[in-house]
């Protein structure tokens, strides 16, 4: 599986963005997604997952209720809608596939042992 990200822009405090992720391969439907970001001088985290029905999603604290990932099995994307962007969501963001597993969870919690990552795209919200 090959991730391309796309929609990273630079917008003001307040506004939205819309990041997609394109999956070439014809199994796109048997990974789970994440989305992950990166900040200057700062690990990795965590910011969303969808199970790969995309009846299940998990958020990071400090994006729940202003994020919103989703995802089309036809089209072969995976979506974040970022609403209410603020200052320090300023970061690279990475989506990434994990194979369907029974620990697919702990796996997209943590970032380690993700099957595939595609290039980041940057994201800046100015104050």
């Known amino acids: 599986v090959q991730l391309q990200a796309s929609g990273g822009g630079l917008v003001q405090a307040g506004d939205s963005l819309r990041l997609s992720c394109a999956a070439s391969?014809?199994?796109?439907?048997?990974?789970?997604m994440g989305w992950f970001r990166q900040a200057p001088g700062k690990e990795r985290e965590f910011v969303a997952a969808i199970s790969w029905s995309g009846d299940t999603t998990y958020y990071a604290d400090s994006v729940k209720g202003r994020f919103t990932i989703s995802r089309d099995n036809a089209k072969n994307t995976v979506d974040l809608q970022m609403n209410s962007l603020k200052p320090e969501d300023t970061a690279v963001y990475y989506c990434?596939?994990?194979?369907?597993?029974?620990?697919?969870?702990?796996?997209?919690?943590?970032?380690?042992?993700?099957?595939?990552w595609g290039k980041g795209t940057q994201v800046t919200v100015s104050s």
């Open positions: 990434a596939a994990e194979y369907l597993r029974p620990t697919w969870v702990a796996t997209m919690m943590s970032g380690n042992g993700m099957d595939y």
């Open positions: 391969g014809r199994t796109f439907s048997s990974y789970c």
